[in-house]
């Protein structure tokens, strides 16, 4: 897989280990006969350390050899979060401090959460790009306050707290970016 070709999302072989790429910088030269350089940030799913790989355009890398599948959270205990494959039921586990960020966006009936599979083990979780939210707890609504791009923080179903529009109350469905944690719209 070339330089040019690497998305955000993708799982490549870096240095004998997957990782997953999580950010993408390009830059373009200045002078003639340079090479355009591509910066990637990833995260490495054996490990969990990031990893900065700079690629000029002709240079590739290989796509790992691991499988994504659909998963649902069963439960979470002290240590580990547990989850069900939804193709075959087999259950996968993870510890609670590797998946910490993520789950303040996960909710039991989640749909399109895949867990990234490398040597027949679930090394973390992919999640979609936007997921829907309750607002559990936040200032009141205040009518016509549309018009002003003032926010307040509110409280959501998982713990989460971002900042919405000032118009929104408690008991409202909201939409949330997984990338940035922020607010994008209403549900």
Not at 34 to 44: D, E, I, S
Not at 63 to 81: C, T
Not at 107 to 119: C, F, S, W
Request: aromatic share 6%; hydrophobic share 35%.
């Amino acid at each position: 897989m070339q330089a040019k070709e690497i998305k955000n999302g993708a799982v490549v072989n870096y240095q004998g280990s997957p990782v997953l790429i999580q950010g993408i910088t390009v830059q373009t030269p200045s002078a003639r006969g340079a090479a355009t350089l591509y910066k990637f940030r990833g995260r490495n799913l054996v490990t969990k350390q990031k990893t900065d790989i700079t690629l000029k355009g002709g240079e590739s890398l290989d796509a790992a050899d691991f499988e994504r599948r659909p998963v649902k959270l069963m439960y979470a205990d002290a240590e580990q979060v547990h989850f069900l494959d939804q193709t075959d039921f087999n259950q996968y586990s993870l510890d609670l401090a590797d998946v910490r960020e993520e789950l303040q966006y996960i909710t039991e009936d989640l749909e399109d959460v895949l867990a990234l599979i490398y040597n027949d083990a679930c090394v973390g979780l992919q999640l979609p790009t936007a997921v829907a939210l309750e607002i559990t707890q936040c200032d009141p609504g205040i009518k016509g306050n549309s018009a002003t791009s003032r926010s307040k923080p509110a409280v959501l179903q998982t713990g989460l707290t971002v900042q919405v529009p000032e118009y929104l109350s408690q008991g409202e469905c909201i939409k949330i970016d997984t990338r940035t944690g922020e607010y994008l719209s209403r549900v």
